[in-house]
């Protein structure tokens, strides 16, 4: 692993050295939230807590001390400072996998100011790119319904990193699996793949080019037809391979068609399989495809098994950008934490003061989940049924809503750094399930019903006690 400690803003080292000197041994806790969902979705899939536990704890080499100080900012007191402390801050997160909201914490940093400080800029960096990327494939995979989700966007991704930890993301998302090898390594996913253009263009002809292939992958067949023509040519030579693996004894896997009308292409490749006894050979389709144009080829009733998916998944190009913050909420005085507000001029900016559990409300005996709720640390909602809760949301106009008959399940966990990493395939089983317990009219691509995410009164009160009073 790479040590990533420096990955962090020169602001962050100049507050910390600040912070040192004035408040060495304060604590503080911050919290990491967004206020929206990209595509105007209703929920982002949380993504990147392993990296970040595999980031830290951090801490600074003999070599970054010695840059450190040829920048010529601080002085030998912080320099020791960084070189010397031990990592002290306490995470707790909402699990990978989980569909979460805006404003409620996915994830708190608790520990002295100085170190927590540091934190920001390495752990937004991280879980910003990969809750993006894991929302983005939920999405995709969402519009395909039960066919394969294969991620293929590692070329066109936003360098190595984007596409090695945009991969792991994808899977958490739903995709099946990755054309990337490394990502395939790394984090133990399926790789899967066919061929390019250039396997069938380096042959004289297609159909040689395709005997070739067979003759290597005789079980893994899946011919790419359209670099000529996908009816007069593609199809009509796998069909002329497919026949002669048969006899060979193997099945065929099926066909890649890349570009064109895909609905019309694949209706009648379709109908040319069928036709010549190859009802099972799959039809995978790839070509700068999303969620919106899945639906719709679906929705033309294309007979589509497999979706490739590169560019906009691994980009996230039609929204490309998960804003989440990191926020003071608290700050210790006189050995206690004392809640601390940010007022913006917006309304929407202002934050949600002091130490949080946020817990997802299910209906009472069931696993059917209808609002979040933000609390304080230490209020009991676990234990209640009934309560008055204020909407989060500063523009909404039902401020007050009585709430019952629920059951509150508290969703920040503490995060152990030792923790053994759990394979991207699992986190994805949680995270259907945890998806499948959310109401349908917030799960749609389009103009989804909004989540509701409350704060208990108590919450609220402090909120607007800090708001009037500062
Ligand atoms: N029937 C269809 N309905 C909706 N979208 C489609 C349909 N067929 C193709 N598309 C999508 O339309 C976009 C453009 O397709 P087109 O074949 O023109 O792509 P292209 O990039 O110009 O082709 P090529 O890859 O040959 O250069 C792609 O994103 C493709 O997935
Ligand atoms: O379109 P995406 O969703 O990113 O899927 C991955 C693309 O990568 C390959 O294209 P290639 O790099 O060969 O370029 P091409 O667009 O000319 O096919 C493949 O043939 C897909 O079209
Ligand atoms: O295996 C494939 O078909 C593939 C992989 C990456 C990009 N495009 C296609």
């Known amino acids: 692993m790479r040590n990533l400690s420096l990955l962090t803003d ?29 595509d105007q979705g209703s929920f982002v899939i949380t993504a990147g807590l392993q990296q970040i536990i595999d980031a830290l704890p951090f801490s600074f080499t003999p070599e970054d001390i010695d840059y450190f100080r040829s920048l010529h900012l601080w002085g030998d007191d912080f320099l020791d400072f960084l070189a010397n402390f031990k990592f002290d801050c306490h995470l707790r997160a909402i699990p990978e996998g989980t569909p979460v909201f805006p404003r409620e914490s996915l994830m708190t940093v608790e520990g002295p100011i100085a170190q ?8 937004l960096t991280i879980l910003n790119h990969e809750s993006l990327i894991a929302t983005k494939a939920r999405r995709i995979t969402f519009a395909a319904g039960d066919r394969p989700i294969m991620e293929f966007g590692a070329r066109r991704a936003q360098g190595p990193d984007s596409a090695i930890y945009g991969a792991r993301a994808a899977v958490i998302g739903g995709a099946a699996s990755t054309s990337n090898v490394l990502a395939g390594k790394l ?37 790419l037809v359209d670099t000529y023509d996908v009816l007069s040519s593609g199809v009509p030579n796998a069909i002329t391979v497919f026949k002669e693996l048969r006899a060979k004894g193997h099945e065929p896997v099926g066909i890649r068609i890349d570009s064109g009308d895909i609905a019309s292409l694949s209706r009648q490749a379709r109908k040319l399989l069928d036709d010549a006894g ?44 998960l804003s989440g913050v990191y926020k003071l909420a608290a700050i210790e005085e006189d050995g206690k934490l004392i809640p601390k507000i940010k007022i913006s001029d917006s309304r929407e900016k202002v934050t949600i003061p002091g130490q949080k559990q946020v817990y997802r409300l299910y209906r009472h005996n069931t696993n059917d989940a209808f609002a979040d709720l933000i609390a304080l640390i230490d209020e009991p909602v676990a234990d209640q049924h009934e309560l008055n809760a204020y909407d989060s949301n500063p523009l909404s106009v039902n401020k007050v809503q009585k709430l019952n008959d629920f059951d509150a399940v508290p969703l920040l966990q503490p995060v152990d750094l030792n923790q053994h990493a759990s394979n991207p395939l699992d986190i994805q089983t949680f995270s259907k399930q945890a998806i499948a317990e959310l109401p349908d009219e917030t799960k749609r691509l389009t103009n989804p019903d909004t989540y509701h995410v409350y704060m208990t009164t108590k919450l609220a009160e402090l909120q607007d006690e800090l708001v009037n009073g500062n």
């Open 10 to 38: 020169l602001y962050e080292f100049s507050m910390a050295n600040g912070f040192q000197k004035d408040m060495l041994e304060t604590r503080a806790t911050f919290d990491i939230f967004f206020r929206k969902v990209p």
């Open 116 to 123: 927590a400080q540091l934190l920001e800029t390495l752990l």
């Open 187 to 223: 984090f133990n996913v399926p790789v899967a793949g066919t061929m390019a253009h250039s396997w069938i263009e380096a042959y004289p002809d297609e159909l040689t080019a395709f005997r070739q292939w067979a003759k290597y992958y005789p079980d893994n067949s899946a011919l």
């Open 278 to 321: 190859f009802p099972k050979a799959k039809i995978t389709i790839s070509n700068a495809l999303d969620e919106n144009i899945i639906e719709s080829l679906l929705h033309q009733g294309a007979p589509i098994d497999n979706f490739g998916v590169g560019e906009k998944l691994i980009t996230s190009s039609s929204s490309p950008v």
